[in-house]
């Protein structure tokens, strides 16, 4: 076990030894190979955090639409897998007619089936919303069910020897013995909500960090696309440790083990 | 039939203590259970014929190896498993009308907390169940708490209690909503020796306050010879009562009782039961 104090060190000994590799292979990239497209294929990482800060309040407008549509998508593809988990729980036909299904639903390439949402609802934040939705449910609703599907005979046989009835059991016993599992399905699904949310700004959205990468990318701007680059990246980030802090106030309980 | 329970139930009201006393409260006539191999091998006779009667208010052990069948006899008491053949009636009625009304306490071998509640929350579930005021509740909970020795550990998690304490935790669980019958399956058999011993005087302690009758599980003999008013003594393939043996050790029981000749001449003669088996 290392202490809180250590692991910050860690991590900043990290993020400045990564800093400096790149900075690093960037000069190698332009100043000995001579390349004349290293601005576009690694540019300087000071270049990157300063056309950030230039374009600060454009590129988080950006990425607030994208992220906000993705938000809300996730939380209703979490809501939905919730509930077809619980569904599925409660009755073995229901499940062995929708899993194959569910399985099949997620063989369809998003960048397929985004375009056709599209023409569905003709409305740019509709369709970020059905996508992030539509990737969220899935690993939120399998890690569910597994959950659900995992708790042990004797816990059920005490709430068995006390007669309670199923919606008792469900509340009292199923649902939070299975939220550990339901966080592990969160925690994959909340940086594909965002990555759905960029794809669908992708295909003709008016904002978001989709439009801005695609264009800096056409146009040539390569600060900007980087920048965008790394904005993207921090809001799967910043995602990912979302749902890691409603954990934490969720379920006091686990041991903290990192 | 029912007119009858109830002109029973009129008159066992009408009768003094003493008499109810002596009354029988789980009655098990002829039982037998045989489990079914799935994939088609010989079924196995966990339980042969077995006969047997509690009186109200006694502690009794069930003892015997594993494979004995006793820990099947505990659950079709309470409901858990169906028997083959055969039949226990608990005060008149059977096991599911028994488990219906919420009579049954049980502690299982493993603690079998619930890890997202806290301890006094874990106590309280079987009051919520039953639908009890949230005041009447947490008093409740804080008297079973002291009665186990748990007083100031209501705030923790059961995963920051010893085993032993998590067993505490299942034992007031058990008795929080006052039960006719304490089942108890091989409670302490994953204990270590010290902590069991404690538990031991603990148990026979909080059985005095509450008078409960008692249906304890295990394969340790000098536990079931100090805690019991009467051993069965029960023997593998297939599972059959061999030996009813009662247990005259004064109580209260202390340390002192299991270094007493009378303890260790009840263990030689449990033993002997055994042999030839």
Known sequence: MISRKEKYKVNLVWAIGIFIAWELVAFFLEQVMHDPMAGAKLPYPHSVIISIAENFTDLMSAAGLTFSRAVFGFALGAAIGFVLAIIMSLSK??????????????????????PIIFTLVRDMNTSRIVIAAYITFFPVSVNMLSGLNSVESDKKELLYSYAAKKKSIYYKLMIPYSMPYLFAGLKIAAPMSITASILVDMLGSSGGIGVKLLYSLYSGTKDVFWGSVVTSALMGILSYFIVILFEKICMPWRKQTT | ?????????????????????????????????????????????????????????????????????????????????????????????????????????????????????????????????????????????????????????????????????????????????????????????????????????????????????????????????????????????????????????????????KQSKQFYDYITKIRNSFEGV
């Open chain 2, 1 to 257: 039939m029912s007119m009858l329970n109830e002109i029973d139930t009129e008159f066992d009201d009408r009768n003094i203590f003493k008499q109810r006393e002596e009354e029988i409260e789980i009655k098990i006539e002829d039982l037998s259970m045989v489990y079914q191999d799935k994939n088609g091998g010989e079924p196995v006779t966990a339980l042969k014929n077995v006969n047997l009667e509690i009186k109200e208010g006694e502690f009794i052990s069930l003892l015997g190896p594993s494979g004995c069948g006793k820990t099947t006899l505990l659950r079709i008491i309470a409901d858990l498993l169906q028997p083959s053949s055969g039949k226990v009636t608990v005060r008149g009625q059977s096991p599911r009308e028994i488990r219906l009304q919420k009579k049954y306490g049980i502690v299982f071998q493993n603690p079998v907390l619930y890890d997202w509640r806290t301890v006094r929350r874990n106590v309280c579930m079987p009051m919520e169940l039953l639908g009890m005021k949230k005041q009447d509740r947490t008093s409740r909970v804080t008297e079973m708490l002291d009665l186990v020795g748990l007083t100031n550990f209501g705030t923790h998690y059961p995963y920051e209690l010893s085993g032993g304490m998590q067993q505490r935790v299942g034992i007031a669980r058990a008795l929080a909503i006052n039960p006719e019958i304490l089942l108890m399956d091989e409670p302490f058999s994953a204990l270590d020796e010290f902590t069991r011993e404690k538990l031991h005087e603990d148990l026979l302690e909080i059985w005095t306050k509450t008078k409960k009758t008692v249906v304890f599980v295990t394969h340790n003999i000098s536990e079931a010879v100090f805690l019991s008013d009467k051993v069965v003594v029960l023997s593998p393939h297939p599972g059959r009562v061999s030996a009813v043996i009662d247990i005259d050790i004064p109580r209260p029981r202390n340390m002192e009782s």
């Open chain 1, 93 to 114: 036909i229901a499940e062995k007619i929708s899993l194959p299904y569910l399985i099949i639903s997620q063989m369809i390439p998003v960048l397929g089936l985004a």
